[in-house]
């Protein structure tokens, strides 16, 4: 997100007399400028986890699971208020265009009625809310929250045309000064308080100051304006069915669990379940990114998709699942280590969500085939599918067996979409099951038998839980490779990622003795 260029204002649209006044311009883009912008994306994204995963680490050590589920029960209401009144104003202003003040002004007071609109919700749902999870602190919790959205809704939306002008640099920037602060701010209101009122207080004035950080970053002054509200409507209302359904398929089950097992089940499963999803995600966010262009350029050359669609798969095969398994093996390790000791609840719901993490991954790469033949309605249909599925099963596993029963519900219907999505996937994107099937096979096998083999090891009784890690870590980050490469010599060497792998070895090994 950058700046108007300062010496060119006539190419801005509005008045020129002042730089305030004008909407922010539009640069022309090259390929170079798509490669750069998506390093910065992908910078942006991991320096985000990084951070916060380093909150978590503090943040669990300074307050207990009861903070935590407290926090997440508030936020599950803010998180789906916040989806059924999404407008996608920014998607709307990177369209060709919509780069008039009129477009801004309007989008920044659609921006502005959405505040006030998830604010009013949250006063009127509080005592539901709070009722609901049996919880009397929520209420309260959430009349101090109600000014978050307030908040939020008055920043600069000139910010949207970093992206828009592919200065994904000062994107970067941007976003990384607004988390930092964001992390200082919370840090320093737990070491204070060391309540759940540190993330209340921290992340209000954390929004402050993200405003702040918005207006001293870019120049554009924005007034209220409807003038082009029918444009912009128009085209974000598409947008809310599938986040809608997207949001309740991905928290439905912490919903559940906060209603049924209380606030500190409550932290516990939602604290695992974001350590333990954080890196598949990170893996498979990247790699979508890439496939969809790619997948997009060579639609009609059937061979070419095809491979491109199975090495896609096959790379997020290999890498996530042995994330996934790797995290089932040492979750008790790593819930010690990041989280403390009182976290220790928290070890068997990762395990089952690191399974849930993995397959997830798959369903989400599966996808962008069907995007590219335009089965758009095909991937909403297998959204709300999972959901129908997830909901009442977590019901019946809350239940009965609590958190850890909601968690393995999550994972198990996790499990059941992959092959839905592969068949979804074959129909409908060039490419047939078998090939899905033998593209997931190898690295499903080699990730099962480096679990079973690690769980088998006498690695529990080694040392304290950092050194246990490390050497579970170990075995894994050996055997797997080891694995895989095997079960693929013994399938015949088809293409695959361990053919791209093997090549570029190769490769690097002949250009070393060339030289």
């Known amino acids: 997100m950058t700046e108007p ?93 919509a780069d008039s003040r009129a477009h801004y002004d309007t989008a920044w ?118 003038a082009k509200i029918k444009e912009i409507w128009g085209f974000s209302q598409w947008l809310m069915i599938s986040r809608i359904g997207s949001y309740l398929n991905r928290k439905c089950d912490e919903m559940v669990v906060g209603g049924y097992a209380g606030t500190t089940a409550m932290g516990n499963y939602h604290v695992a379940n974001e350590l333990a999803t954080l890196p598949s995600s990170e893996i498979v966010m990247p790699i979508r990114r890439a496939m969809f262009p790619t997948l997009t350029k060579i639609a009609d050359r059937k061979e070419e998709f095809t491979a491109a669609v199975l090495s896609g798969f096959s790379s997020v095969s290999a890498l996530c699942l042995f994330v996934s398994f790797s995290l089932l093996v040492t979750a008790p390790e790593v819930v010690s280590v990041v989280l403390g000791s009182k976290w220790s609840e928290a070890a068997p719901l990762m395990k089952w969500m690191a399974l849930f993490g993995g397959f ?39 239940q009965s067996y609590g958190a850890e029963g909601a968690a393995a519900a999550r994972a198990g219907v996790s499990m059941l979409m992959v092959p839905i999505m592969m068949a979804l996937t074959a129909r409908y994107g060039s490419v047939s099951f078998v090939q899905l099937a033998g593209a997931l096979a190898r690295p499903l096998a080699a990730a099962v038998i480096m679990a079973a083999v690690v769980h088998s090891l006498p690695l529990d009784s080694v040392g304290p839980a950092l050194l246990r890690l490390a050497a579970k870590g170990a075995v894994c980050t050996v055997l797997y490779p080891l694995l895989l490469l095997l079960l693929w010599r013994l399938s015949g060497r088809p293409p695959g990622v361990e053919a791209t792998v093997v090549k570029l070895v190769r490769d690097k090994l002949s250009s070393r003795r060339t030289v």
């Open 5 to 97: 260029d300062s010496n060119d204002r006539s190419k801005q649209p509005g008045p020129p007399s002042t730089p305030a006044a004008t909407a922010p311009a539009v640069v022309g883009s090259t390929g170079g400028h798509l490669l750069r912008g998506s390093i910065w994306m992908i910078a942006v994204r991991w320096a985000m986890r990084l951070i916060g995963l380093v909150s978590t680490m503090i943040l669990a050590r300074l307050l207990a699971p009861d903070d935590f589920g407290l926090i997440a029960m508030v936020m599950l209401t803010y998180g789906l208020l916040e989806t059924i009144s999404y407008a996608g104003v920014d998607l709307a202003l990177m369209r060709s265009g």
């Open 109 to 226: 007071t659609v921006q502005i009625l959405q505040g006030i609109f998830i604010a009013t919700c949250l006063v009127i749902a509080a005592p539901y809310v709070a009722s609901y999870f049996n919880e009397p602190r929520v209420q309260e919790v959430m009349y101090w929250v109600v000014l978050r959205p307030l908040i939020d809704s008055l920043q600069n939306i000139g910010t949207v045309a970093f992206r828009k002008e592919l200065d994904f640099a000062k994107e970067f920037r941007f976003t990384i000064y607004v988390k930092a602060l964001n992390f200082f701010v919370v840090i320093g209101m737990a070491l204070w308080l060391r309540s759940y009122w540190a993330l209340v207080y921290g992340s209000i004035i954390a929004s402050i100051v993200g405003v702040a950080v918005s207006y001293a970053m870019h120049p554009y002054r924005p007034r209220l304006s409807l």
């Open 360 to 398: 997830s991954a798959l369903v989400l790469v599966l996808e962008v085939p069907l995007w590219v033949a335009g089965k758009t309605n095909i991937s909403a249909a297998q959204t709300w599918l999972e959901l129908a599925i997830i909901l009442p099963a977590t019901l019946l596993a809350v």
